[in-house]
């Protein structure tokens, strides 16, 4: 996504979907994971006549609610996306004009789309030709149409170029920048943009600024540190520049070395210690795994407010802490939707008992390490309008208020400048004076989005609900695609064409992102020596706001205004191109499509493709394609769920979704025990479900038990007083190898199993 | 018997008692009732079959509210309840007035009748006719049954108790109390009444008692039948009623038949009344002396002889 | 056109209702029930089968003629002017009668009496408690929150994600409805499913 036009994000609202003509759904199942913004969804079906399509290898619930359901083999999304594409071009259903005004590389697309013919799309994805030309005709037809899409589709060792395709398939039809359009990625947890944004990642600094020299540089001015403490924290500065492990593989910073695991490039040494703040670590792939490197850790703290299951998965007896940690109702600040918008969240009771917040947890392990003054420092500090430079304005910061000024003083990528705490609460507080659909406010909060959905450029902007609309002015929250990846490739302009600027702009042209050098040349101004001399070097750096300032003034985006890509030159793939999943149950088609190159160094990991893929026949002794996915009623690990006992009471099992023809071939009875092998050695006993949801050739999972271990009732370890209502066998104890190329994701949606009697 | 006795005046108790019950279910099923006979019908061949969810067109065949309405609460409500409704409302009115011709009827019969007595010159020559067993297994039954009776009305005549805690607690004990009375209905049927040997003899003449084959008042046997047959409904529907517990996931799939459970325990209940005072007329009232007999275990030779030489000869049998 | 009679209702638009059990956690949550115990509960029909699966959300209808008030032999239900079915657990005797006589399987009974017996009757009262003194702790303990009288919605319908379970004048709540349906264009009713049932129009 951010590969292909600038962000990395949801474009639209949950609430402009209303606005939409047709609804195409590839792996997300908002029914069950957004019910509360799956309203939108059936809202727009009923006033706007709107068209569901749900693209998802099971029947879910909001495949119930759809109009056209395609049941399609898991990892197989690009031969789909592509058969639509194919029709789409040879039918002339696209959308030329901003094709050549606004995206750059859709030849290569179109000559890969040619190869995607019905039939063969039919024979890969298992959906049926003549429903994928109804699909496409109806979607096609039905403008503007939105794509909606959550971990079905980025959870697989090809995640990254699914994530692509899909806004090609967006771009080819003009359905961006449009109300009722747009990509909709559906964030699967409270907070979860935000904490994105704030760099819950390993590979960037908050707000996606690299790792490069400078972007350190920026944030040791920014947080009031020295450059050089901050390197003397490090290794040494190439480690500075590294990216981290990622959650979904921490374990291999444990395990390197050991016979059969993954090698590391961890600056010669292993991980030792983990600590963990709110994450289920019981909920990630190769459960296993994750057990032995519990194991194998010096020190484990786990910080919840219920008991972190790792706890109970370990055997290890000593040095194993677990911290209670106090709920979202115990603490306040803002929290970011899923639409980019922030939101104000006040506290409603102290903390309970011993329980201490996040950031308390964060200070008080900042002081016994010493060096809370400088975690705290950047909060204390302002931009002086006079030198543009951070300067200590108090003594004493005030939380989480100063946080967040701090981070709109900081972070510019993604436009927060005008996230102040004071416009914030201001927001929550008069929330009834907001649109549902459009989000725009009335009354005093007139000429305001709610919540202000970033990039919201400076403090009085509006916010942008709609990414790159050049339908709106940038004051009101219009833009076009970002200027990321330079002005020209192979001697085609990567500048947007001429006359597709936002409504208003000073230049009506394409135009580079803005810099110290070429500001008075794009936005067409002069500026005082004055201002010349505050100016930060680029948009990004701009801690005087005076970039921001004037490109309000002048209707333009500091950004710049450029084509989005089809084609990403620095991926392994330059155009998003099928590869069947490691582990596939069409040994056949691994021929022609097979895995990446193995990739040494991925996140720290050496991280095994088609040695894997070709290893064996996987699909000989493992023939059932296993789908993992969520219920309404459980969150993530589930471990504060299940210890609801209403919420228990709707699943109290773990239990496997299979079809009744499949569990017959097999002897397993409605409501009987039955066993799940895993290619990786592992296997889980659980219960059978009988369900027509899942076709005969795959079982589903749902990934939110934990205190079983293959077959072994773990629950005893427990403290007394913790165990939750309901436990079962985690089922990503089955999940197989296999990770995204490029961002390290799991491929928990596309593996293979083995089903047997218990 | 002698043998120029009509065919009816041999049989007349039968016939005359057969006719009423088929007056009484021509009546009921024919006139009184509002419920859906063929479904019932329908209904009841399938749970022969094994399906007791009362759904007997498939789902699948339905239209989108069609299954919806059986699918969320439960298969064809027109069918049963209304009747239940009914049959609840108007127990409350009816039943008293049945009562009261029971009530007359036996007045009538006991002053037309009047009472039996043997001469007895010798009390002290007795027979033991009821071992210990025996004797606690029948005066529990007219106790429980008693005690079923009234706490049964109590809930039928709750209007009466207004409710509150002891007719809750009359409700409830109704339901274990009548748990504890499907033993004993079960031994009363086996023994028979009058055969008091059961445990003691070889099983293979457990059909002829079960059957009654041997010389029989026909009222006797009447009674017999009829408290077996009517029993085995009573305590078959409650102990459904009791062990099928409402929860909110059986409903759709035990409704119907706990409607037809409760349905045959109402009319079980209802037919078996008249036997029950009918039994209770003959071991009291009808005939004096019986009721310590029945206590105590033993009764005058000579009220044997008088009143019921079979017994007494069917022992002389057995002695030999 | 409410102004003289109020006849409060729920319906679950089924078109809307996607199944995740929010009323019936938040009921159980808000009244805090026993786990056994369903006042309301959330049904889906021919699950995972394309086209075919819907769902909906059953609990009391608060029917205008109730079958349960017609046949409680100890008249604990009482019907509120604005149409709430209400009953007093101190004279329920826990007979079920009124089970027999619902047609959605309304009332609910905890097996908390000996042997596994029936306690006293529990059902849907939509949020507006029992004849104990509004408020009061024993209301509170027996029948749940009543929210009613503080003017608030019942916890099911504020809670539900879709808007699918409506719930208020029953003038108001087809009001909404019609519109949903006249802005559908399709997928109108001759009558509210159940009532066909319920009154024996069939």
Redesign the interface.
């Known amino acids: 996504m951010a590969n292909t036009w600038g962000y990395g994000a949801m474009t639209n609202s949950l609430g402009d979907i209303q606005n939409t003509k047709a609804i195409i759904i590839f792996g997300a199942n908002p029914a069950v994971n957004h019910p509360v913004g799956f309203q939108h969804f059936l809202k727009a079906k009923e006033r706007n006549n709107a068209k569901i399509i749900v693209i998802d290898p099971r029947m879910t619930k909001t495949a119930a609610k759809a109009d056209l359901y395609a049941q399609i083999r898991p990892g197989t999304d690009i031969p789909f996306m592509y058969g639509m594409l194919h029709i789409i071009f040879k039918n002339g259903w696209h959308d030329q004009k901003f094709m050549d005004a606004r995206v750059y590389g859709m030849d290569e697309i179109k000559e890969e789309a040619k190869k995607w013919n019905p039939e063969k799309v039919a024979d890969v994805t298992g959906v049926p030709a003549d429903k994928l030309i109804q699909i496409t005709r109806l979607y096609a037809k039905s403008t503007p149409g939105t794509l909606v899409w959550a971990m079905g589709l980025t959870q697989h060792s090809i995640g990254s170029s699914n994530t692509r395709l899909a806004p090609i398939l967006q771009l080819a039809l003009g359905n961006l920048g449009v109300e009722g359009g747009g990509c909709n990625i559906l964030r699967g947890h409270d907070n979860v943009q935000g904490a994105t944004d704030m760099c819950c990642l390993s590979h960037t600094l908050p707000g996606y600024y690299g790792l490069s020299k400078g972007s350190w540089g920026y944030f040791a001015k920014s947080w009031g540190v020295d450059y050089e403490w901050l390197k003397g924290r490090f290794k040494s500065e190439e480690m500075m520049g590294e990216k981290g492990f990622t959650l979904a593989r921490w374990y291999a910073g444990v395990l390197a070395g050991k016979p059969g695991e993954d090698k590391i490039k961890n600056a010669g040494t292993n991980l030792k210690a983990l600590v963990v703040l709110g994450n289920g670590i019981t909920a990630i792939a190769q459960q296993a795994k994750v057990k032995e490197a519990l194991d194998n850790l010096e020190l484990i703290v786990l910080a919840d407010p219920f008991l972190n299951e790792g706890a109970i998965l370990t055997d290890k007896q000593n040095d194993v802490f677990v911290l209670p940690a106090a709920t979202q109702f115990e603490t306040s600040g803002s929290v970011t939707a899923t639409n980019r918008a922030a939101q104000w969240r006040n506290k409603v009771i102290d903390p309970l008992y011993e329980s201490k917040t996040d950031h308390d947890i964060i200070f008080e392990l900042a002081k016994r390490l010493g060096f809370y003054d400088e975690l705290t420092k950047g909060m204390l500090l302002k931009d002086d309008p006079k030198t543009a430079k951070p300067v200590k304005v108090k003594d004493e910061f005030q939380w989480p208020e100063d946080a967040t000024d701090e981070i709109a003083r900081t972070i510019k990528t993604i436009g927060l400048t005008g996230w102040t705490a004071e416009r914030l609460k201001k927001h929550s507080e008069n929330w009834h004076m907001f649109d549902e659909v459009s989000g725009r406010g009335h009354g005093p909060m007139k000429g305001e989005y709610y919540g202000l959905p970033w990039p919201c450029w400076t403090t009085e902007h509006s916010g942008s609900p709609i990414l790159y609309n050049i339908n709106r002015s940038v004051a009101e929250g219009g833009m076009g695609f970002r200027n990321r990846f330079g002005l020209e490739r192979e001697g085609v302009n990567l500048l947007a064409e001429k006359g597709s600027a936002p409504k208003g702009s000073a230049n009506k042209d394409g135009y580079p992102e803005i810099n110290a050098e070429n500001i008075e040349e794009v936005l067409g101004i002069t500026l005082t020596a004055k201002e010349k001399s505050l100016i930060g070097k680029n948009w990004k750096v701009d801690t005087s706001g005076i970039i921001a300032q004037k490109c309000m003034e002048q209707g333009m985006a500091p950004y710049g205004n450029a084509k989005a890509r089809a084609i990403v030159w620095t991926f392994p793939d330059r155009i998003p191109l099928h590869r069947e999943p490691l582990h596939s149950p069409r040994q056949d088609l691994t021929k022609d499509y097979p895995a990446y190159e193995d990739k040494p160094n991925h996140y720290r990991v050496d991280t095994q493709y088609i040695s894997k893929q070709t290893e064996k026949d996987w699909s000989k002794e493992f023939p059932i394609n296993l789908v993992t996915g969520r219920l309404v009623n459980m969150n993530g690990a589930g471990v504060e769920t299940r210890a609801s006992k209403y919420l228990a009471k709707l699943t109290p099992e773990m239990f496997c979704d299979i079809n009744p023809g499949l569990a017959a071939n097999h002897g397993i009875r409605d409501g009987a025990m039955m066993w799940v092998h895993s290619p990786e050695g592992t296997k889980i006993k659980v219960k059978a479900k009988y369900s027509h949801s899942v076709s005969e050739d795959r079982v589903f999972l749902p990934y939110h038990f934990a205190g079983y271990f293959q077959g072994e009732d773990r629950t005893g370890n427990f403290p007394q007083g913790t165990k939750p209502y309901a436990s079962g066998e985690s089922a990503n104890t089955v999940t197989n190898y296999g990770y995204d190329i490029v961002t390290q994701i799991p491929e928990t949606k596309g593996g293979l199993c083995r089903i047997e009697k218990a | 018997m002698e043998t120029n006795k009509s065919f009816f005046s041999q049989n007349k108790a039968y016939i005359l008692v057969s006719l009423g019950f088929m007056a009484l279910t021509y009546w009921y099923f024919w006139l009184a009732t509002i419920f859906d006979l063929n479904y019932v019908y329908q209904f009841i061949l399938s749970i022969f079959q094994g399906d007791i969810s009362g759904q007997l067109v498939p789902?699948e065949d339905m239209n989108?509210?069609q299954?919806?309405?059986a699918?969320?609460?439960?298969p064809r409500?027109?069918t049963i309840?209304?009747e239940?409704?009914r049959a609840?409302?108007e127990r409350?009115e009816l039943l008293p007035y049945v009562f009261a011709v029971e009530f007359v009827a036996f007045t009538i019969a006991f002053i037309f009748l009047g009472r039996k007595k043997a001469v007895i010159s010798k009390p002290d020559d007795t027979v033991l006719v009821y071992s210990l067993f025996q004797r606690v297994v029948l005066l529990l039954n007219i106790v429980i049954m008693i005690y079923l009776f009234i706490t049964g009305f109590s809930?039928?005549?709750?209007?009466i108790?207004?409710?509150?805690a002891i007719?809750?607690f009359?409700?409830?004990t109704h339901?274990?109390v009548g748990?504890g009375w499907i033993p004993i209905w079960l031994i009363l049927t086996v023994i028979a009444f009058k055969d008091h040997k059961f445990f003691k003899r070889p099983s293979g003449k457990l059909w002829n008692k079960i059957f009654l084959r041997g010389k029989y008042k026909p009222m006797y046997r009447i009674n017999y039948y009829a408290y077996v047959a009517f029993g085995f409904l009573l305590a078959l529907s409650g102990f459904l009623?009791?062990f099928i517990?409402?929860?909110?996931?059986n409903?759709?799939h035990v409704?119907q038949f706990?409607?037809l459970m409760?349905f045959m325990h109402f009319m079980a209940s209802a037919v078996i009344s008249f036997f029950i005072f009918e039994t209770i007329y003959s071991y009291v009232i009808a005939v004096k002396g019986y009721l310590p007999g029945l206590i105590t275990g033993r009764l005058p030779r000579e009220y044997l002889e008088e009143l019921r030489p079979d017994v007494l000869v069917e022992m002389e049998k057995e002695n030999n | 056109m409410s102004d003289y009679y109020a006849r409060m209702k729920f319906y679950c638009d089924?078109q809307r209702c996607i199944q995740c059990d929010g009323c019936s956690v938040a009921c159980a949550e808000a009244h805090e029930l026993p786990v056994?115990?369903?006042r309301r509960?959330v049904?889906t029909?021919?699950e995972g089968i394309e086209g075919?699966e819907?769902s909906?959300s059953?609990a009391c209808m608060h029917c205008t003629d109730a079958?349960c008030e017609?046949?409680?032999?100890?008249?604990?239900f009482y019907i509120r002017e604005d149409g709430i079915v209400l009953h007093?657990k101190?004279?329920?005797?826990?007979?079920?009668?009124c089970?027999?006589?619902c047609?959605?399987?309304a009332?609910?009974?905890p097996?908390d009496?000996?042997?596994?017996?029936?306690g006293?009757m529990d059902k849907c009262t939509m949020c507006a408690g029992g004849p104990e003194e509004t408020n009061s702790a024993k209301e509170r303990e027996l029948y749940g929150q009543n929210r009613i009288a503080e003017g608030k919605v019942p916890v099911c319908a504020a809670m539900c994600s879709t808007k699918a379970l409506l719930v208020g004048d029953s003038e108001d709540v087809s009001r909404v409805y019609r519109e949903r349906v006249a802005a559908r264009g399709h997928g109108v009713?001759s009558a509210p499913?159940?009532w066909?049932?319920?009154y024996?129009n069939?």
């Open positions: 789902l989108r509210y299954q919806m309405e699918g969320v609460f439960g409500y027109d309840a209304p239940i409704t609840f409302e409350q809930i039928t005549f709750g209007n108790t207004g409710g509150g007719a809750y009359m409700r409830w339901e274990i748990l009623l009791w517990f409402p929860t909110a996931e409903y759709v409704i706990r409607r409760l | 089924e056994g115990i369903s509960k049904i029909l021919n075919k819907f909906t059953v079958p017609q046949v409680c032999p100890v008249d604990c007093d101190d004279v329920c005797i826990g007979c079920g009668y089970l027999f006589a047609p959605f399987g009332p609910q009974f097996q009496g000996a042997f596994g017996t029936k006293a009713l499913y159940g066909d049932t319920a024996g069939k």
